[in-house]
């Protein structure tokens, strides 16, 4: 059976963006503050789930939506078997942060690439594969196999609902997650956070009243913030331009009313599983204050960030290095940094890493590497994950990159990565696309954004790739 994939895709372009704008204006942020029995992770997740369901409403499929926090259709054509094999998207999006040129919540088309949150990560990606699966159930194609569509609306978090769906759900044959790099992630290596807890200890004429950096672990901070009290704060002002003259990617402003002085670092967002693509502005501040007269676990907290865990992304200072031949080193990013002054604070770390190392190691690590006068450890924050690998010569690897090679004309090989895709929650599942190897990865960016004939040629090979594994033994 010859089928033009490629001609297929492009009937349905024009809806996939339309699709895409719509999906991108809803706020799917996770927000506990505002969670609810009908929205466990709050009303953007939700909402998100809600919106996905009215597309595919219109298109003749049901999607089941459990507890509001993970949904999935199937298509079971007939003669297919009771076995299915999933593709695993999500709908939620990371916090727009600062730095946008548009509004991140209203999608942009320009130059050729289409702007906001969620673009790229993972309602654009998602919808692709979406639009595969229409186009093999439109033109009526037999498959051995049943497939599943699963979306989760926590990626960026816990995995709260795909977490629920795997407990309560038959278990896949196989699948992939158009959540990642073309062309393919066969691996991805261990992922943990870790927090260490202290009070927010302050004395003396110099006082750190509250410093605050990112938003999510796995994200590299743009934006920090510190404020400060004290008499004399004038010389911090012309410290501060002279720290920022002698580093073009940063900005900032220091701004003094009476005895309290604000400071606000701008730096540069990025994944944090790439934490040296970016520029950590909460490590960059603490490098800046943490020579001046500041006292107690205000004094460790500044030293720590901005010496030990500064430009550190491998945690080679931070005594907690690996490295192997398949998955590479351990990446390390300082995600979230908050100080309140008498109350209790936190430094928050997101590690990737290899098989040379393990959970135990890194914490070990970790508490040889803290300040002795924080006197409470380094404790893990969530869950842990283990490795995952799917061997080059497995069928389901072996097909997909035959079909990227066929439909784009590049060389495919296969990849181990730092990043955290739903294909690892499968035993023989991997991340596919929809990042091609000559594009800018804008994923938790100010200013993401997906190129959209991307979207089309992916498209074209999600479709091919549903039809292929669908009948796979």
Do not use: C
């Amino acid at each position: 059976m010859t089928i033009d994939w490629k001609s297929e895709s492009s009937k349905v372009q024009k809806q996939l963006l339309k699709d895409l704008k719509s999906l991108v204006a809803v706020k799917s942020v996770r927000d506990d503050l505002n969670s609810s029995d009908d929205a466990p992770l709050g009303p953007g997740p939700r909402d998100g789930l809600y919106k996905f369901s009215e597309m595919t409403g219109r298109d003749k499929f049901q999607l089941k939506i459990l507890k509001n926090v993970v949904s999935y259709l199937e298509y079971a054509p007939k003669g297919a078997d009771d076995q299915y094999v999933a593709i695993l998207a999500h709908v939620d999006v990371m916090p727009a942060g600062d730095g946008w040129e548009t509004d991140p919540f209203k999608a942009v088309e320009r130059s050729g690439k289409i702007f906001g949150r969620g673009t790229a990560d993972d309602k654009g990606p998602g919808l692709a594969a979406y639009y595969g699966l229409k186009i093999v159930r439109d033109l009526n194609l037999p498959l051995k196999h049943r497939v599943r569509f699963i979306l989760g609306s926590d990626e960026e978090n816990d995995w709260t609902g795909v977490n629920y769906y795997f407990k309560n759900q038959p278990q896949p044959l196989l699948g992939f997650s158009p959540d990642a790099d073309f062309p393919i992630i066969n691996g991805e290596k261990g992922l943990a956070q870790y927090e260490l807890h202290f009070a927010g200890r302050n004395s003396g004429r110099l006082k750190l009243l509250n410093f605050q950096s990112g938003y999510r672990t796995n994200m590299v901070p743009g934006k920090a913030v510190a404020i400060i009290q004290g008499n004399d704060l004038d010389t911090f002002i012309g410290e501060f331009k002279n720290y920022l003259s002698g580093k073009t990617v940063l900005s900032g402003t220091a701004s003094l009313e009476k005895d309290r002085l604000t400071i606000t670092l701008e730096g540069k967002q990025a994944h944090g599983a790439w934490p040296e693509q970016g520029k950590n502005a909460g490590t960059y501040l603490a490098e800046f204050l943490k020579d001046f007269a500041f006292s107690e676990n205000a004094k460790d907290f500044l030293n720590y960030l901005g010496t030990v865990a500064h430009q550190d992304p491998k945690g080679e200072k931070l005594g907690i290095a690996s490295t192997d031949k398949v998955m590479g080193n351990l990446s390390m990013n300082v995600g979230i940094m908050h100080f309140i002054d008498q109350e209790d604070s936190f430094i928050n770390l997101n590690i990737r890493f290899p098989k040379s190392t393990n959970n135990k190691q890194i914490l070990e690590g970790l508490n040889s590497s803290k300040p002795k006068a924080m006197k409470e450890p380094f404790v893990n924050k969530g869950f842990v994950q283990e490795q995952h690998y799917v061997a080059p010569d497995d069928p389901l690897v072996r097909i997909l990159l035959d079909i990227y090679q066929k439909q784009t004309g590049e060389a495919a090989y296969d990849k181990v990565i730092g990043g955290g895709t739903f294909g690892r929650l499968m035993k023989r599942g991997v991340g596919y696309g929809a990042l091609f190897p000559d594009a800018e990865a804008t994923m938790h960016q100010a200013n993401e954004n997906f190129r959209i004939a991307d979207l089309e040629r992916a498209t074209s090979i999600y479709a091919q790739a549903i039809y292929e594994i669908a009948n796979l033994d």
